[in-house]
């Protein structure tokens, strides 16, 4: 194919609007950025067509020459990327379910990219997001997890009907919360158990609340109150399968 | 005092280098935004002058009026700040060494604050970071902490030097690291410990590692690495003096 150089290119256009939540969700297709995140996506047959200039180190995958301006435009880095990968959603099924991540609302890419490396770290099975949750397919989540969001199935959905099917799949499922929980000692280590971390600000929801099997705080002396994903580390590490 | 408008004022211009650590060093000053700041710094004596538009709501403290534009001048916040307090170091002696923790060369402000929240949530006794951590005055650890830097002694100094003196005083240290280390299981919690975390890429130095009583990881079975706040929450719980 021939080097595209037009900005104004009616595919450089569609990429470009890849950096939308709601064009990833239409067209299944999301943007990972460098050399590190295409090798990674390449090992999860998630590269649909690399992107470069000059030349291209990747083989046995389409790619497409463009010029440095191009590149600029759809990197989300402000010193631009030397290549750019278009990808399509990896396919997410979570068939065992020993331990997994259950995730009200976390706002901040930050937190949902540690969570997720954090859950890798301890073997978790595989993550549920509420619909509200940041979307893991945002450039500084999958940055920030340095290409690890292909090593675990992430599935967004509503949390209370997730619940309840865990539920009746007899998987434990419980909610983080200060008031009227029990501590990690009381709680004791099921086969199957689901663990639900809430919102930055407002914590995990009512509903949720009423609708998990265990209410769970970690233990603390002091009155501050831990950031999400430390407490996540607690909670994963804790409960970890050995 | 009358009201300053001029962007030009000496006073304002001084006030605007507390935004470099250079100048913080050196007047032993900082800036906090916004009223909840200014109350967490109040309760620690830490105020020496409030600046503000219009109506001041803080009493027992010396006060300027200020013009919205040297308010929007002085603050790191895009959408600017209604309050801004100048405040002088406060004064970090640790005295209880059962439980500390040492960093080395973190260079993330949201990792620093988040360090900075757990170790309170914990009651450890107080921080040592070495010369190279980011500095926790910096604007985006005191935001991310929500004020709570006031509520633990932090004291920046050659951590070689401190881990010396800490061994002397009896203080059991420990060096977080994946190569040839313990588990948590294998390390028993002791009278007086205190913990080291490295920095985001290196890890802790070796040199660092030489001189520490103990070497720790964390058990995982992914290949995963962990975020050091990440990490720090489940060694901070694991050990605190319950």
Not at 31 to 37: I, T
Not at 63 to 69: G, H, I, L, N, R
Not at 77 to 96: D, F, M, R, T, V
Not at 141 to 168: A, H, W
Request: charged letters at 25%; glycine letters at 6%; aromatic letters at 6%.
């Amino acid at each position: 194919m021939e080097k595209i150089t037009s900005l104004e290119n009616a595919q450089v256009k569609k990429w470009n609007k890849l950096h939308q939540k709601k064009e990833r969700d239409a067209t299944g297709l999301f943007l990972v950025e460098g050399k590190h995140l295409i090798e990674e996506a390449l090992k999860y047959h998630a590269v649909e067509l690399v992107l470069y200039e000059n030349e291209c180190p990747f083989q046995n995958v389409p790619t497409q020459e463009v010029s440095k301006p191009i590149l600029d435009k759809l990197s989300s880095n402000p010193s631009g990327a030397e290549y750019i990968g278009i990808c399509h959603l990896p396919e997410s099924i979570i068939e065992k379910k020993e331990r997994l991540l259950l995730l009200d609302g976390i706002q901040d890419p930050g937190n949902l990219g540690t969570l997720i490396r954090t859950a890798i770290s301890f073997s978790f099975d595989g993550i549920y997001c509420s619909k509200d949750t940041c979307d893991y397919l945002n450039e500084k989540v999958i940055r920030s997890t340095q290409g690890s969001i292909f090593q675990i199935p992430i599935i967004y959905m509503d949390l209370i009907d997730c619940m309840n099917k865990l539920k009746e799949e007899g998987v434990q499922v419980v909610a983080t919360t200060l008031e009227h929980s029990k501590t990690m000692k009381e709680i004791l280590p099921q086969e199957k158990m689901a663990f639900v971390l809430g919102n930055e600000g407002r914590g995990v929801s009512k509903e949720i609340l009423k609708c998990a099997d265990e209410l769970l705080r970690i233990e603390m002396e002091g009155f501050e109150s831990l950031n999400v994903a430390v407490a996540g580390g607690i909670i994963l590490y804790h409960y970890r399968k050995a």
